[in-house]
């Protein structure tokens, strides 16, 4: 207790001292302006043996070494009959084992050394991520180039994954959320790379010598961008990494026609049968990519209409004012090539479905039609900035994003001129784009549910669905043949 006094008569004589009286509300509260100014992606690129790209920072603040392989390579690179190929990939990387390991003995021996060694395959690219202490650098390295150079795909290892996958299947109608999100993005996209997903025939055609053939095909040097941090000397580094890849072979990767234009479905409902006691619905329509120059601008107008979490509007209305849901907002997603999603979204009671919905749409109108308010503004931009130096909380994430930027085209002083640029948008831009992206009369609403009681309404909303739009049953297709279910 004393300790406590004197602490407080101390900040009281220090602050007399510097002429600051007491604050009586924490509005009086002043700060000094915060400033950061990101680093230069060049001054941290590095080339390597065999045109190997990195980006590369010494840090000793901990005795700890970070590598990542960032690899041009996906599954929508896979070829149609082979669908799921890169999910067996992701799994056999590591657990395949090498020309000289077993994937057993690699495992037990990161985990034996306290570090940690994953894979993993995304939309159009790879991850390979190594963690060690600095002392056990070159036995980390040898093991992440090993895997990443070399892998085996051993016949037993890679028969149990199959299995297991395949067995996985048979749930993947059981989540009506993934239910939703696999629909919608189908509606929107059509039936191309973008939306196929794996069968079990397809699980079983995926052979070792696929599997090799897919990975000499994209891991090559000049398909790949390190990213790398941690304690170690750059000069040191270079010449231990140019060892061990000076007889990695390969050089540019051919890649597959992407789709380049997709369908504009009926706008209206779309439901899909679930005996449930909600309802899972998205409603919206293809975006944009995040290369658009309106990109900044759309960002600020859908954190103000659903993005921003409980300063969001549709976040004010669905749940705090109508106390509908614990799940709603809308968002814009992004995927390097392609125009992303726009979509609102929201979990409700089966007779609430209709009410959400219509609430939604009258947002998606308002912030069309109305100006947004200052305050709306201010706090969306804030958030922006403020949260602008997350990206470089530590020396591999920011690495990480270098290579990413890279690694999609996008201009190396996106973050030099992120600030700026979010700065920039005006109220006006936000109505703006608000018009330009959001189209509340070509929006398909797509409903995971029950149907009679989403159908019939309550009180504020009675039905039918049909009020919102021409109503389609959709049915599902069953995950392990890929065909579809046939109901009574």
Known sequence: MKKTIIAVLLLAFVCAGLGLGQAKHPSE???PVLKYDPPDPKAFRTAYAGGLRAYVQEDRSLPLFNITALVNCGDLYVPKDKAGLGTVLGDQLIK???KTREGSTIEDRIDFLGGSLSFNVGERTSTLSLSVLTKDLDEGLALFFDVLMNPAFREEPLKLAKARFVEQLRQANDNPGGVLSREYEKLLYGDNALT?????????????ADLAAFHAKFFTPKNVILAVAGDFAKAGLKAKIDKLAAGWKGGAAAFPALPASFPAPEPGVYFIQKAINQGYISLGHLGLQDT????????????ILGGGSFTSRITTKVRSDEGLSYNQGSRFSYRWGFPGTFSGYVQTKSSTVGYAISLILAEFDRIRREPVADAEMET??????E??????QSSQSTMMSFANLEMTGRPMDFYKTFRSRIEAVTKARVQEVAQKYIHPDKSVIMIVGDFEPCNKGG????????KLGQL?????????TGLEIKTP
Request: net charge positive; proline share 7%; hydrophobic share 35%.
């Open 387 to 392: 949260s602008f130096a997350d990206i470089f």
């Open 459 to 466: 009180d504020k909303w009675p039905g039918p669905l049909d």
């Open 292 to 303: 658009n120059p309106d990109y900044y601008a759309v960002q600020i107008m859908n954190f």
């Open 29 to 31: 509260l002043k700060y």
């Open 472 to 480: 389609r049953k959709i049915s599902l297709t069953d995950p392990m």
């Open 196 to 208: 196929r997903r794996a069968t079990k025939a397809t699980y079983d055609s995926v052979t070792a």
């Open 380 to 385: 969306a931009i804030n958030y922006y900035l």
């Open 96 to 98: 395949g084992g090498t």
